[in-house]
């Protein structure tokens, strides 16, 4: 993936809120419902949402500066010098434990510390020395495959809210380089693990490891996921509120039509059941919260009748305060 920053369109010394921003604006552009004609509009919104991923959480945004992950937020590996990364029993120096050994038995002239060559040997390599013959020899014979290696790959895959509901397939890299089209299955959930089987590293004389793919929703652009409910700010305007009548709602499937009672506050919510992300039990629901909205500019038409109904119709709604 593209460097963070410059998918998203900002310096390295953004600021969050600009950050946050760019990311909106960028979001709202390029969603799939807005380009329904272009083929290449999901890719763009899933790199979007990834980046956002990185650089719009403050601590992977330090680790990312840092060199620890990278532009997909895996971590950035130091391998081991002189030998597999993976061998279980690598000293944190950054190679293999070091001893001096000497032949012959245990005691003066003998194995160093008074543990016997075997021993030390099968510390380090979990078991895998055979054949020793403790002061008598020094010839060993190991079993390569008893040294444990994990070949399980980790990688984290970023979709989109809608992927999340409906499900989808996504195409994933690994850190091998190779690249996997993944079944997403529909309801999956922030923090859900895919396992694919066989589809990690290989070693000789190892069964291959599998693939981990923890699964993150990207933050939409207009609803919040609460659990498994969904809630989204409806704005309507002046004559919707006080006159009522029926306003479209958007859902993560097809729009609907609320109904707006006559008289209908700023801030007020309401429930629409089983429009939100699925569940065992079914579906959550779709919490509604209207904000009223006034046209842009000055009207001064619409200040007189103010100015005229404020007159005739005083009311202060925070008395209570």
Not at 88 to 101: L, Q, Y
Not at 207 to 226: E, N, Q, R, Y
Request: glycine share 14%; no cysteine; proline share 8%.
């Amino acid at each position: 993936m593209r460097d963070p920053y410059e998918v998203l369109g900002v310096p390295r010394g953004a600021s969050a809120a600009a950050i946050k921003s760019a990311y909106r604006k960028l979001a709202k552009k390029h969603h799939p419902d807005n380009n329904k004609n272009d083929p290449k509009s999901a890719a763009r919104f899933s790199e979007i949402n990834s980046a956002n991923e990185i650089i719009g959480d403050e601590d992977k945004r330090k680790q990312f500066d840092r060199g620890e992950i990278d532009a997909e937020g895996k971590p950035r590996f130091q391998g081991f010098p002189g030998g597999d990364p993976r061998a279980r029993g690598a000293s944190p120096g950054g190679g293999f434990e070091t001893h001096t050994f000497r032949t012959g038995s245990g005691g003066p002239g003998g194995f160093g510390g008074g543990a016997g060559f075997e021993d030390i040997l099968n510390s380090m390599f979990g078991g895998a020395a055979r054949g020793a013959r403790p002061g008598g020899g020094t010839t060993f014979e190991f079993d390569p495959g008893a040294i444990a290696l994990d070949l399980d790959l980790s990688v984290a895959m970023t979709v989109s809210l809608e992927e999340a509901v409906k499900g989808g397939e996504k195409r994933v890299r690994l850190p091998t380089g190779k690249e996997l089209n993944v079944k997403i299955p529909a309801g999956v959930t922030a923090g859900q693990q895919i396992r694919l089987k066989g589809q990690g590293e290989t070693a000789p004389g190892h069964p291959p490891g599998d693939l981990l793919i923890t699964v993150s929703i990207a933050p939409h652009p207009f609803f919040k996921v609460d659990g498994s409910d969904l809630r989204v700010d409806l704005p309507i305007t002046l004559y919707e509120a006080v006159l009522g009548g029926k306003v479209r709602v958007p859902t993560v499937g097809s729009a609907v039509e609320l109904s707006i009672p006559k008289n209908t506050s700023s801030g007020r919510t309401f429930r629409l059941k089983g429009k939100g992300l699925p569940k065992a039990d079914g579906a959550g629901d779709l919490f509604v919260t209207t904000r009223i909205m006034l046209p842009d500019g000055n009207d001064a038409e619409l200040e007189a009748l103010m100015q005229k109904w404020r007159d005739g119709h005083p009311y202060n709604p925070r008395s209570d305060l």
